[in-house]
C-alpha cells in the first residue's frame, strides 16, 4: 500500500507525462489516498485530462478538483457563439439521435441537457463539446430513456462484469429499481471500479447508475 508522499509523487510524475497538462500550473496535495487537485488551467480540456491523470494512478481512493479554468484573452467567446459551436458539433456526432440534446451557456460553462438512449450516446455529447474555445465546463444533464425491459438487467450486467473484471465479479453486489442500478462491494483499483459502472451503463434501459463501489487496495 503506497504511503501519501508516494502517491504524491506518482500522480505529479503523472500529471507530467500526460503531453495535454502543465504539471508546473497544477498543485497536488494527498491525505489518506483522497487526491486535491488545485491550480489554474488555460482550458477545460486540460482541467478534465488532469482528472483523468489522476484517476489513472494506483492507490487513489477518492479525488477532489479544485482547479480553475482561467481562459486567455484569445480564447475567450461570448455564450452565444459557445452554444452555437456546442449546437454544431451535436450535430456532426452522427450517432446521436437529432435535436435530442438541447445546449444551455452561461458565462463560458456548457449545460448538456435532453434524453439519450444509450450511455454512450450521452458521453459522446460531452466529447464533442469539450475541447471548444471558450468553453469553462461542462454540465451532464442529460438523461437515459428506458428501452429494454428491466427483468433482464441484473444479468445481462453480471454477465457482463464477469467477462470484463475476473477476479473481482464476484466481489461487486448489483441492485436493480426500475431503471435505476446500484453497485456495492469492493475492488482493487479506479480502473476496475470504473470498468464496473461501465458495464452497467452499457445495459440497454439503464437510466442511472449509483456507484457505492470502494476500493480495497
Known amino acids: 500500500m503506497k504511503t501519501d508522499a508516494q502517491l504524491?509523487?506518482?500522480?505529479?510524475?503523472e500529471l507530467t507525462w500526460e503531453p495535454s497538462v502543465n504539471a508546473s500550473q497544477t498543485g497536488v496535495e494527498v491525505k489518506n489516498g483522497t487526491v486535491t487537485l488545485a491550480?489554474?488551467?488555460?482550458?477545460?480540456?486540460?482541467k478534465w485530462q488532469a482528472e483523468r491523470a489522476a484517476q489513472r494512478v494506483s492507490g487513489v481512493k477518492g479525488l477532489a478538483v479544485e482547479i480553475d479554468v482561467k481562459l486567455p484573452g484569445l480564447s475567450k467567446r461570448t455564450d452565444a457563439d459557445i452554444a452555437r459551436s456546442a449546437q454544431n458539433s451535436l450535430?456532426?456526432?452522427s450517432w446521436l439521435p437529432k435535436d435530442?440534446?438541447?445546449?444551455?451557456?452561461?458565462?463560458?460553462?456548457?449545460?448538456?441537457?435532453g434524453e439519450a438512449e444509450w450511455d454512450y450516446q450521452r458521453q459522446s455529447a460531452k466529447d464533442a463539446v469539450r475541447?471548444?474555445?471558450?468553453?469553462?465546463g461542462v454540465s451532464d444533464e442529460i438523461s437515459i430513456k428506458p428501452k429494454a425491459s428491466?427483468?433482464?438487467?441484473?444479468?445481462?450486467?453480471?454477465?457482463a462484469l464477469k467477462r470484463r473484471a475476473?477476479?473481482?465479479?464476484?466481489?461487486?453486489?448489483?441492485?436493480?429499481?426500475?431503471?435505476?442500478v446500484t453497485l456495492s462491494g469492493s475492488v482493487h483499483s479506479w480502473s476496475e471500479r470504473e470498468l464496473a459502472a461501465s458495464s452497467a451503463w452499457s445495459t440497454p434501459g439503464v437510466r442511472k447508475v449509483v456507484d457505492n463501489i470502494t476500493i480495497a487496495y
Not at 504524491?8 to 510524475?13: G, L, P, S, W
Not at 491550480?39 to 486540460?46: A, L, N
Not at 475476473?166 to 435505476?180: E, L, P
Request: charged content about 25%.
Open 150 to 159: 428491466m427483468t433482464t438487467v441484473k444479468s445481462e450486467i453480471e454477465a
Open 8 to 13: 504524491k509523487q506518482d500522480i505529479i510524475a
Open 100 to 113: 435530442s440534446i438541447k445546449v444551455k451557456a452561461e458565462n463560458g460553462w456548457i449545460t448538456l441537457s
Open 131 to 136: 475541447s471548444l474555445l471558450g468553453v469553462v
Open 91 to 93: 450535430e456532426w456526432t
Open 166 to 180: 475476473q477476479t473481482d465479479a464476484q466481489q461487486i453486489s448489483v441492485d436493480v429499481r426500475g431503471a435505476d
Open 39 to 46: 491550480g489554474h488551467v488555460d482550458s477545460y480540456t486540460e
